[in-house]
């Protein structure tokens, strides 16, 4: 069970509450979770705090689900930091910025982990 | 003792009417910050030593000052391409130090914004920037726009001190004086507190500019019935709002940087409010993110002419984006070191990008343990500024403040460290020339 939507990153509070303690918990809560509405959970299944597993063309990262429903079907938002980088596109089209929104990806229910920012960095050395 | 009229060293609002409490040289108390603000100045557990490593996956060793200040001068004397990146999170004074290593070294400097506004300089080269300051918004715009910015989240006291709450001398109702209008592509916080909320479709706000202009040129007979995902009816009443205004404001962030069009994005809505300008006076301002990331962009001009993604390998300042930022040059695997300083690309870069950051030698000069820091082989920890160290820094707008001191610590700022490893690398390549 998967749908395809557009993913988008982005600040939040208490993601930047935290910019200067990226090693504590409570940036693991500020940044690793993906938002969708209530109805694309709905439509793949899963509750608030579900692992969802997001895959780009670029990527992919596991994260627990929190609902918001500002967020228009098909539109899903990461926190900008180590888990949004996980299937950013590093493709800058010639001007120096990658494509940190608007990208293609497929959210599926997961029964994987999330890594913490730590063990994220730790896949890339 | 409380210090008041404080400066906030965390973003481009740099708001400067906070009160810190301290008591026995720590903060116990931030009044009138934002949350994140506050917890800035509260400060977090902090990297307490210099630390090497040779190996990135190998656990960090304690070293002294002076050997960590060396080995971060052998290898960048030594690297042909070394990248020097962040910049944002410190006071003028050593960004200017920054320009000087990086000249020394033959290196490329970079800063955030080239994973933030840097498509917005690109968009001013174009065409451009008719704004103002944000004094001048607060006192007289009447029409405010956000487009692709979430100031709630983002800039949580911009629309009660500068944009939407605050009564100026002729918006002197406050809210009452001005219409809101948010493009954003979901209903986001500060879409909530607006008059007029228009959801544009995931990468097609370029499309949605061109049809604004064009009806703002009166020629929305050429429009189509939808233009990215917005009705046509909509569009016309909002650029007729646009044109109505006596003052217009368009403040505009990631939401228009970071989609599809990228610069051409900035370019467009710098097109569109130049239109607007036949109808009435409008100006348009990027919602910069580091309290100082606007001062880098200025230190940077005034050393080497260009704003940020400056090479100076050939001996002189040479800038091309798209060749010379610092994910176009980790992706072509150019990089053989890294000086990562008041910035943390390992949080924001694209994780291919920092892989390659895996494969060659880190330094990291940060006052705490960041994603960068896990990349890192050697680390520095310095002063934070705005906080332990006084220095210039430009709000979103371009005026300079200057940041206050609050505590006194042992560490040594970021200058000091870089002038150190200024003249070590100078003493380096002295002998081996």
């Not at chain 1, 429903?69 to 079907?73: A, F």
């Not at chain 1, 950013?88 to 120096?96: M, Q």
């Not at chain 2, 965390?10 to 009417?17: M, P, R, S, V, Y």
């Not at chain 2, 080497?304 to 100076?312: E, P």
């Given at each position: 069970m998967e749908l395809k939507v557009t993913f988008i990153s982005g600040r939040t509070v208490d993601q930047g509450c935290n910019l200067e303690n990226k090693t504590s918990k409570a940036y693991f809560e500020a940044a690793g979770y993906c938002e969708m509405n209530s109805a694309d959970a709905g439509r793949i299944s899963v509750e608030p705090g579900n692992n969802v597993k997001v895959a780009t063309d670029f990527g992919s990262v596991v994260v627990p689900l929190k609902i918001c429903?500002?967020?228009?079907?098909g539109l899903i938002f990461i926190p900008m930091g180590p888990w949004a980088n996980a299937v950013?596109?590093?493709?800058?089209?010639?001007?120096?910025?990658?494509?940190?929104?608007g990208i293609p990806a497929v959210v599926e229910p997961s029964s994987e982990e999330a890594l913490t920012m730590k063990q994220l960095m730790a896949r890339l050395k | 003792m409380i210090i008041k009229d404080v400066l906030c060293p965390?973003?481009?609002?740099?708001?400067?009417?906070l009160a810190v409490e301290v008591v026995d040289n720590k903060v116990v108390d931030v009044k009138h910050a934002c949350k994140i603000g506050a917890s800035k100045i509260r400060g977090h557990d902090r990297i307490k030593a210099p630390m090497m490593r040779d190996d990135k996956k190998g656990e960090f060793r304690e070293v002294s000052y002076d050997e960590a200040i060396n080995e971060s001068a052998k290898i960048l004397a030594n690297s042909k391409r070394p990248l020097l990146y962040g910049w944002a999170s410190g006071v003028c004074e050593m960004m200017k130090k920054g320009v000087l290593l990086t000249e020394e070294v033959g290196g490329i400097i970079d800063n955030t914004a080239s994973v933030c506004h840097g498509p917005s300089a690109l968009g001013v080269h174009e065409k451009g920037l008719p704004t103002g300051t944000l004094g001048q918004f607060a006192n007289r715009a009447d029409v405010v726009v956000f487009w692709g910015c979430n100031p709630v989240q983002a800039h949580p006291r911009h629309m009660g001190r500068y944009s939407v709450f605050t009564k100026g001398f002729f918006a002197n109702k406050g809210r009452r004086s001005r219409k809101v209008v948010v493009f954003d592509v979901r209903k986001t916080d500060t879409a909530n507190l607006a008059d007029e909320y228009v959801q544009v479709n995931p990468g097609e706000d370029y499309m949605v500019l061109s049809a604004l202009r064009a009806i703002v040129a009166e020629k929305g007979d050429v429009v189509p019935e939808t233009v990215g995902g917005v009705p046509k009816e909509k569009l016309v009443e909002v650029a007729e709002t646009m044109k109505g205004a006596q003052f217009g404001i368009v403040y505009f962030g990631m939401g228009l940087t970071q989609s599809r069009g990228k610069y051409k994005n900035i370019d467009n809505a710098v097109s569109l409010v130049t239109e607007l300008n036949a109808h009435g006076k409008h100006s348009i301002i990027p919602m910069r993110g580091h309290y100082n990331v606007t001062g880098f962009g200025q230190v940077c001009a005034w050393e080497?002419?260009?704003?940020?993604?400056?090479?100076?390998s050939r001996g002189y300042p040479y800038y091309n984006p798209g060749e010379t930022c610092s994910n176009d040059l980790l992706m072509r695997e150019e990089i053989d070191a890294a000086f990562i300083i008041a910035g943390d690309a390992g949080a924001h870069f694209p994780a291919q990008s920092i892989a390659r950051m895996g494969k060659v030698p880190v330094i990291n000069i940060d006052p705490f343990h960041s994603a960068s820091t896990e990349m890192a082989n050697i680390v520095i920890p310095t002063k934070v500024s705005g906080v332990e160290l006084e220095g210039t820094a430009y709000r979103m707008d371009g005026v300079s403040l200057r940041m206050r001191k609050l505590v006194d610590v042992d560490f040594p700022s970021d200058e000091e460290v870089l002038d150190k490893i200024i003249a070590k690398v100078q003493e380096i390549k002295g002998a081996s020339s």
């Open positions: 429903e500002g967020n228009p079907d950013v596109d590093p493709n800058t089209s010639g001007c120096g910025m990658p494509g940190f929104k | 965390f973003c481009g609002c740099l708001c400067d009417d080497t002419g260009f704003v940020n993604a400056v090479d100076m």
